[in-house]
């Protein structure tokens, strides 16, 4: 199941950083989005929405800042498909520090399926659904 859990690693910049001297919120909401594009670019299905005409939008983001990140931590962002529904899917993430791996934030994000033309939401087809593993509560890390 661990190659269905995307890991996204990075360092912490002072540019991520907010006026308190800790990472800004949206620098979570960056490495977010950051880790599912590439994690939907290895599994190949960027490439099949691309050839049906479709992309993913946000619909909504979720974060819970549970600890306080700081410039030089090494960061670590795993991410999962939780679910397919018919036009959505959830994606759900873990934010560690990889020195003690402390959970500093967990979050999740509702995606959207959507005609890039028109931007209408459209049906999640089998083959974008087959490219990932979807990981169950219970599977969760």
């Known amino acids: 199941m661990m190659d269905a859990i995307y890991q996204y690693d990075l360092q912490v910049t002072d540019r991520m950083l907010d006026a308190n001297g800790h990472v800004n919120n949206v620098a979570y909401i960056q490495w977010m989005q950051d880790a599912a594009i590439n994690h939907s670019r290895s599994t190949g299905c960027s490439t099949i929405a691309l050839s049906l005409g479709a992309t993913w939008v946000v619909r909504a983001h979720r974060v819970e800042y549970l600890r306080p990140a700081f410039a030089g931590d090494k960061i670590r962002v795993l991410t999962w498909v939780s679910n397919f529904r018919k036009v959505r899917s959830l994606r759900k993430y873990r934010i560690l520090r990889a020195s003690d791996k402390t959970v500093v934030a967990q979050a999740e994000t509702d995606w959207v ?5 028109t931007g209408r939401p459209r ?5 974008i659904k087959n490219t990932f593993s979807i990981i169950s509560k219970e599977m969760e890390p």
Request: no cysteine; aromatic share 10%; proline share 10%.
């Open 113 to 117: 399926f959507v005609d890039a033309r």
């Open 123 to 127: 049906a999640i087809p089998d083959e």
